[in-house]
């Protein structure tokens, strides 16, 4: 299968050896990507421990992993990528929005992430939500939004 962040890539050689921990995210594009196919596949311990120690108290694993399945995956669009800052002070910052259903409502949510190293390791700090927009109702013969070129019924709507 195709990895679900997009790349294009098969899944095994793109962010599955990075959730299943044989490999780490090198930078803060990919600890996002892998995160995003994590939510994609319900990987929801990955996403909990790619979670900054700081972000981490306030996480429950449980609820991502109810929060992931309940969603549809759809696409991810990475908008823009920060270089890694010079600075210790200054954090990297992946600008992407998040395509998925809920039931047959089709959403996009925009973010701004900031991320860090920790032990060497990148981890999600946090994220500012720019824009969570419900987008429409699906409708069941027009074209499924996961652009798979299918109608809607009978693909991510079925
Ligand atoms: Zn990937
Ligand atoms: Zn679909």
Redesign the pocket.
């Known amino acids: 299968m195709l990895?679900?962040?997009?790349?294009e890539?098969e899944?095994s050689l793109?962010?599955?050896p990075?959730i299943n921990g044989q490999k780490t995210a090198d930078s803060p594009e990919?600890l996002m990507?892998?995160r995003?196919?994590a939510y994609a596949t319900g990987e929801a311990q990955y996403i909990y421990d790619t979670y900054a120690k700081a972000s981490q108290a306030q996480q429950n694993v449980e609820e991502i992993g109810q929060w992931a399945a309940m969603s549809k995956w759809l696409f991810l669009e990475i908008h823009h990528s920060s270089a890694i800052p010079q600075s210790a002070d200054e954090l990297p910052v992946v600008k992407f929005s998040a395509h998925y259903l809920l039931g047959n409502k089709y959403h996009k949510m925009t973010e701004s992430s900031r991320f860090l190293l920790e032990n060497g390791q990148w981890r999600y700090l946090d994220g500012d939500v720019s824009e969570f927009d419900e987008v429409r109702e699906m409708k069941r013969n027009e074209p499924c939004p996961c652009r798979s070129k299918k109608k809607f019924k009978q693909c991510c709507g079925r």
Do not use: D, N, T, W
Request: a positive charge.
């Open positions: 990895c679900p962040c997009g790349s890539l899944f793109c962010c599955q990075i990919q990507r892998s995003y196919s």
